[in-house]
Nanobody, 122 residues
Framework: QVQLVESGGGLVQAGDSLTLSCAVS????????MGWFRQAPGKEREYVAL???????NYEEALKGRFTISRDNAKNRVLLQMNNLTPGDTATYYC????????????????WGQGTQVTVSS
């Protein structure tokens, strides 16, 4: 049973940077494609980025250039570095293990963390 635990969220000001971490236990982390999603109050869960087991990165187009996903297979974790944050980035951020299908669809992920809150003040 794979378990995912996010950390690193918090309250920051617009323009700040923040790095989220997702610790993964159980199974074979280096074989997983891992993604990040976010969900703002009253909105649907939104795709942020994915990194494949081979290290290929994919991003939601609007976030490309500000967000960077990476993985550390030695520590079984996936990171999300977020730069130049805006109030529009305020959301709960989730990491998830990709199963199959389209990367941007949440239904195609079969394991989720509990989320970490990111709040960006103006």
């Amino acid at each position: 049973q794979v378990q995912l635990v996010e950390s690193g969220g918090g309250l920051v000001q617009a323009g700040d940077s923040l790095t989220l971490s997702c610790a993964v236990s159980g199974g074979y982390f280096d074989q997983y494609d891992m993604g990040w999603f976010r969900q703002a109050p009253g909105k649907e869960r939104e795709y942020v980025a994915l990194i494949t087991s081979a290290g290929y990165e994919n991003y939601e187009e609007a976030l490309k250039g500000r967000f960077t996903i990476s993985r550390d297979n030695a520590k079984n974790r996936v990171l999300l570095q977020m730069n130049n944050l805006t109030p529009g980035d305020t959301a709960t951020y989730y990491c998830a293990r990709f199963r199959m299908g389209l990367w941007a669809r949440a239904v195609n992920y079969d394991a989720w963390g509990q989320g970490t809150q990111v709040t960006v003040s103006s």
